[in-house]
T-cell receptor, first 113, second 112 residues
């Protein structure tokens, strides 16, 4: 158990819908990262937050957004869902931005039908 | 940009040694990471190399050569539980350490 908690574990929804994925980082970790893993693309960095502020952006679609709250948990919002958004979404956390080791949650498996 | 290449799949026998290679083309990076991922599970951190050379950590070692754009992960005394995907990743220059660019991973199958 990495100490990073993601909910829900599984999510099935229809095209065009909107979902919210939640991540609670390890106790004391200030930095949260979101990754998408699909079969054909591998693990792709989406976005990073540090102590409530957005720090880095990767290949995140405009239909996707995220935020980190004062209690440091983070949410990833996915809207106007398409079939291609079906993937495993991982959240990871680290103590600071300088830590080389990040701890991943177990992921949320999103299926868009 | 970054282009990371790893073999798609490898097989090895329990007790043996296996080397998983990773080559990359990048304009610069902070360091190179290796992660292990069992099917359907979260990636777990194995190693991080910033300088050239070998980093040893128990049965696992990782090597980096920046001049050759090359890294490898060496797994010794293979166990059945080592069957997993091994992901090579780089942390691009001028970004936080964890804005990682991953390769597609090498699936290792360890047989008895």
């Amino acid at each position: 158990d990495s100490g990073v908690t993601q909910t829900p574990k599984h999510l099935i929804t229809a095209t065009g819908q909107r979902v919210t994925l939640r991540c609670s980082p390890r106790s004391g970790d200030l930095s949260v990262y979101w990754y998408q893993q699909s079969l054909d693309q591998g693990l792709q960095f989406l976005i990073q937050y540090y102590n409530g502020e957005e720090r880095a952006k990767g290949n995140i679609l405009e239909r996707f957004s995220a935020q980190q709250f004062p209690d440091l948990h983070s949410e990833l919002n996915l809207s106007s869902l398409e079939l291609g958004d079906s993937a495993l979404y991982f959240c990871a956390s680290s103590r600071t931005e300088l830590n080389t080791e990040a701890f991943f949650g177990q992921g949320t498996r999103l299926t868009v039908v | 940009g970054q282009n990371i290449d790893q073999p798609t799949e490898m097989t090895a026998t329990e007790g043996a040694i296996v080397q998983i290679n990773c080559t990359y083309q990048t304009s610069g990076f902070n360091g190179l990471f290796w992660y292990q991922q069992h099917a359907g599970e979260a990636p777990t951190f194995l190693s991080y190399n910033v300088l050239d050379g070998l980093e040893e950590k128990g049965r696992f070692s990782s090597f980096l050569s920046r001049s050759k754009g090359y890294s490898y992960l060496l797994l010794k005394e293979l166990q059945m539980k080592d069957s997993a995907s091994y992901l090579c990743a780089v942390s691009p220059m001028n970004t936080g350490f964890q804005k990682l660019v991953f390769g597609t991973g090498t699936r290792l199958l360890v047989s008895p």
